[in-house]
């Protein structure tokens, strides 16, 4: 890991500048990340127009609830969200919903509730959880290597029936782990309603809201759908009311205060809302969230290939097939090796492929990670694609 | 109240898109507002350059972390803060920190706080803050008419000496009345840290951070300092340790845990910081603070000047003028009367003159409110101040 010190090229250090025009750029950030030139363009678009920008907008004025109900309709109508569930924009990105899923499905410190821990994300969602009930740990790391590279079954057994949910993260981002469909929850624990972190895959593939038994869904918007300072929270209507919630959350992260409120007891980011409506409606646009999902599995598929097809000079992490991430695909390159990572870093970036080491405290040693979120074109994909496959050989 | 009801006419709805070019609008919204046109134009220029915006910038980029880097030093320049003291940009807005106060300095549920009570948003603070500990409060209602429209004197007697802090709002826009400078607390009580709600008058006058024995300070951005979906919160950094917060404080809102993390705990929103960053530059430019308080001085004076020359036909519900407000100014016209209050509405909205009445849900009754944040020039603030004196003439 020691190249990680060696920030004497800017590559190395992480850098998203590349001496190259905008338009040669594809940026694998792992969030906050681009947004689909299309939907860059609608918001600059809005600072030429007349009148005043969202960033001005009372929340309270027809204008901006004009803006605000139309991205509520569009989530909705993109996601496939049935009227029983309410949605809503919250405060405090995926880390806010850590603390505000026990909050209002736990009125007690002793009610429990159950995490699946397969991953960084899931592992802070159950750390945040032990302030507010008891966490039970379905924990799925490779008794072996120590490693998450999989998504246990979810048994009888393994559920405790008083559950106030069973929670898990849907995509994995540090691991690279995705749930391509939600799992199904037991017979017998079906009336357990299901929380789902899908900050990093949300409106990449279709959710079936009812079947799932999702009670709560949220997603940042930094990753697929916009940019960091709102989350969309999805709730089912029966999980919402007046004492529901402990005495002990904050009114800015009650479900059921904001709702009733319309979304608007403390102001909204107002911007960061407008965009999320620009990206549902780019999406819509694009033919959808089948669409969407159709060119997430190719560009996955893209660098998935080059890796497999590398006889070992690339290697993944994520021993389980199944359960490889289409959002975030982490690679290594020679076993690890420094000089030859550090030349990918420097190539690739002059290249214009950015974003592929992100200094982060989390990281899984020597490994790189393509981030290939909504904003990321097939054509970029495509792009890495050729890149690895030319560097393998030449690097051989 | 009843012209609330009628709504065929936009300005009577709060609409904020009247038939004038953008450049004659006058935005006296009470937040989320307008920002200086310069300003805005900074904004959109960030749109045309090349690279990526910073809606695209991951927050562990070296990118992302010089504007991050230069809102921090440039808020703490502007507004002289000592080194002795953390800035964080914080998520949850006003309403976020109304929670984090308590759960930061009040390790147990038992533990004292006194707040000092004047008007909607102080009133809010002491609630949220009734969960978490026990809420002293010094009310400064009038006992005769039941309003608020002035700030008690801090005695002794009023402030309980175990008080982790003394709150107070330092700008109330409802009710329009401000500290144009922060009291002292009694020499008997001034080992207790004073936590001021700045949301709505912060960088319109200096702060003497030792003096006035501040513990914590936050305003939300979207008054005077950017839009919506950030909070700027300023904490004096012998508040922060390990073991000082409520084990129930949420990670996101642990003041601790976001300062030792280098304000990157989770993802900040990062372009509503960029935005910080260039409101404060902004400032600089234009000769700082001083500045800003003689211009918040002269918009106020323009405006009131008119009410209190109006031989009643405008009348203030601020009838202690030493506390009246530089950011908002409340009005009634002609004691309340809802045809000429339409009439007023409708042709300053038609003059380009908006935001005098947003339809909130605390409201004061028959008062229209001009709010005079930094985002509205003195020549705006005399433009209304004009319109007033003449509608007074035709109307009288």
């Not at 009372?58 to 909705?76: D, Q, Y």
């Not at 899923?101 to 009125?107: A, R, S």
């Not at 246990?152 to 393994?158: A, D, K, V």
């Not at 590398?310 to 420094?338: C, H, Q």
Request: aromatic fraction near 8%; glycine fraction near 8%.
């Amino acid at each position: 890991m020691s190249y990680l010190n060696n920030i004497d090229h800017p590559a190395l250090s992480g850098s998203l500048n590349p001496p190259v025009p905008a338009d040669d750029i594809t940026n694998f950030s792992p969030g906050p990340t681009s947004l689909p030139k299309a939907v860059e363009e609608m918001i600059a678009a809005g600072f030429g127009k007349p009148g005043l920008t969202s960033l001005a907008l009372s929340h309270r004025s027809p204008e901006f609830l004009e803006i605000f109900n139309h991205a509520v309709a569009s989530v909705r109508k993109v996601m496939n969200i049935p009227e029983n569930y309410e949605v809503l924009f919250t405060h405090g990105g995926g880390h806010g919903q850590f603390a505000a899923v026990p909050l209002n499905l736990c009125h007690e410190a002793s009610d429990v509730a159950t995490y699946v821990v397969n991953g960084t994300w899931s592992q802070r969602g159950a750390d945040e959880g032990k302030r507010y009930c008891r966490v039970q740990t379905i924990d799925a790391r490779d008794t072996k290597t120590g490693a998450y590279n999989s998504f246990p079954e979810l048994t009888e057994e393994t559920i405790d029936p008083d559950s106030k949910y069973v929670y898990l993260c849907s995509n994995e981002t540090v691991n690279g782990i995705e749930l391509h469909r939600l799992p199904k929850l037991p017979e017998a624990r079906k009336h357990i309603p299901l929380v789902v972190d899908a900050s990093s895959d949300f409106s990449t593939k279709p959710i079936d809201w009812i079947d799932s038994g999702i009670g709560v869904l949220f997603a940042c918007a930094s990753k697929n759908i916009g940019h960091p300072g709102v989350t969309v929270t999805v709730i089912r209507k029966d999980l919402l009311g007046k004492d529901k919630a402990s005495p002990l959350c904050p009114g800015v992260f009650n479900y059921t205060t904001n709702s009733e409120a319309g979304n608007l007891w403390n102001t909204p980011a107002t911007f960061n809302i407008e965009v999320i409506g620009h990206m549902m409606d780019w999406i819509a646009a694009e033919g959808g969230i089948d669409e969407i999902e159709r060119r997430s599995i190719a560009k996955a598929k893209a660098i998935y290939d080059v890796i497999d097809g590398s006889e070992g000079f690339y290697d993944s992490p994520v021993t389980d097939k199944t359960f490889r991430s289409r959002m975030n695909v982490p690679f290594r390159i020679a076993g690890g090796d420094e000089e030859l990572t550090n030349r990918f870093l420097i190539q690739s970036w002059d290249n214009g492929l950015i974003g592929l080491r992100t200094l982060t405290p989390f990281g899984i040693g020597e490994y790189l990670r393509a981030s290939l979120y909504t904003g990321v074109a097939l054509e970029g994909a495509e792009k890495l694609a050729a890149f690895m496959r030319d560097f393998a050989r030449e690097n051989s």
